[in-house]
């Protein structure tokens, strides 16, 4: 069993930055794959970026390529989505997850999430 706690999260103006944190619980997630996800108000949940559990593999969102990167630091069990040069489009609950069984763009891939961070993009 893992557990994902979201941090991070926050209200910001547009063209400001933002970082995020997925703390996660066990020994085993530091060997899982991990995702952020977000979910807008109405909005059906969708991919942002994943990470293989070396953290050389990377994926992202055509949305956020550019603007955001996705890392982890497995001493800590702990991923982060580093968010630049942000838009009001971004404004999202955002959630990480992790599973082992490989990186998916798809949500039923993802075995464990965590509860979400909200982030706020307004003037």
């Known amino acids: 069993q893992v557990q994902l706690v979201e941090s991070g999260g926050g209200s910001v103006q547009p063209g400001d930055s933002l970082s995020l944190s997925c703390a996660g619980s066990g020994r085993t997630f530091r060997s899982y794959f991990m995702g952020w996800f977000r979910q807008a108000a109405g909005k059906e949940r969708e991919f942002v970026a994943t990470?293989?559990?070396?953290?050389?593999?990377?994926n992202y969102a055509d949305s956020v390529k550019g603007r955001f990167t996705i890392s982890r630091d497995n001493t800590k069990n702990t991923g982060y989505l580093q968010m630049n040069s942000l838009k009001p489009e971004d404004t999202a609950v955002y959630y990480c997850?992790?599973?082992?069984?490989?990186?998916?763009?798809?949500?039923?891939?993802?075995?464990?999430w965590g509860q979400g961070t909200q982030v706020t993009v307004s003037s």
């Open positions: 997850a992790t599973d082992p069984r490989g990186p998916s763009q798809e949500l039923g891939s993802w075995r464990y």
């Open positions: 990470i293989d559990w070396s953290g050389g593999l990377v």
